[in-house]
């Protein structure tokens, strides 16, 4: 079955230390999105690629990094410069051609500071 | 830039009423799609239902419906016949037509409480 995976599904950590969270689809979707939520504030979008080897910055992109190099594949990192990372971060797709069906989401990824 | 807000950030309701879920936007556009999407304990988003701008008719989806008022920049979710397995959070959503690939841009988030 086509779908969006997101891995891990928890992960841990520690103060300076860089993380990556991974986002895979087997869609054949062009369009990827991250997304990070915390309690009252919905989701807000950190990062977005519209198509391979091309990103652009969303709403509160400070301390995080992607990439796009294949099709399939959009990871996120998130760098000691991101001063409040415990969050749940969503990975979503979509094609490119076609707004009216929205996203398809991933299961999330729980990050904790510890 | 666009705008969603969700003012209800609790509802509640009792097992087999109705109940209806508000949102509101601000957009400029004339071309755009507005969605609801569930987030149950779980955490997984699944679209609850959507609806193009250009469309006078509300969209329904089984027991979801939605009063979509392109003036009043309204977007409301109808609920009938509640189950206990409606009971989640809510994110009403909008999304830019003209250009391929947009963003969506979400609410705060409503979440709901199914009482048996």
């Known amino acids: 079955d086509g779908g969006i995976t997101q891995s891990p599904k928890y992960l841990f950590r520690k103060e300076g230390q860089n993380v990556t969270l991974s986002c895979e689809q087997n869609?054949?979707?062009?369009?990827m999105y991250w997304y990070r939520q915390d309690p009252g504030q919905g989701l807000r979008l950190i990062y977005y690629?519209?198509?391979?080897?091309?990103?652009q910055k969303g709403d509160i992109a400070e301390g995080y990094s992607v990439s796009r190099e294949k099709k399939e594949s959009f990871p996120l990192t998130v760098t000691s410069a991101q001063k409040n990372p415990t969050a749940f971060y969503l990975c979503?797709?979509?094609?490119?051609?076609?707004?009216?069906?929205?996203?398809?989401f991933g299961s999330g990824t729980r990050l904790t500071v510890v | 830039a666009q705008t969603v807000t969700q003012s209800q950030p609790e509802m509640s309701v009792q097992e087999a009423e109705t109940v209806t879920l508000s949102c509101t936007y601000d957009?400029?556009?004339?071309?755009?799609?507005l969605f609801w999407y569930k987030q149950p304990p779980s955490r997984q988003m699944i679209l609850v239902i959507r609806?193009?701008?250009?469309?006078?008719q509300n969209a329904t989806e089984n027991r979801f419906s939605v009063n979509f008022q392109k003036a009043a920049k309204s977007f409301s979710l109808k609920i009938s016949d509640s189950q206990l397995g409606d009971a989640a959070m809510y994110f009403c959503?909008?999304?830019?037509?003209?250009?391929?690939?947009?963003?969506?841009?979400f609410g705060e988030g409503t979440q709901l409480t199914v009482n048996p």
């Open positions: 869609l054949n979707h062009d369009a």
């Open positions: 690629s519209q198509i391979v080897n091309d990103f």
């Open positions: 957009t400029s556009e004339s071309d755009y799609y």
């Open positions: 609806q193009e701008a250009y469309k006078q």
């Open positions: 979503a797709s979509s094609p490119y051609t076609a707004n009216l069906y929205g996203y398809t």
């Open positions: 959503a909008y999304r830019r037509g003209e250009t391929s690939g947009s963003r969506l841009t």
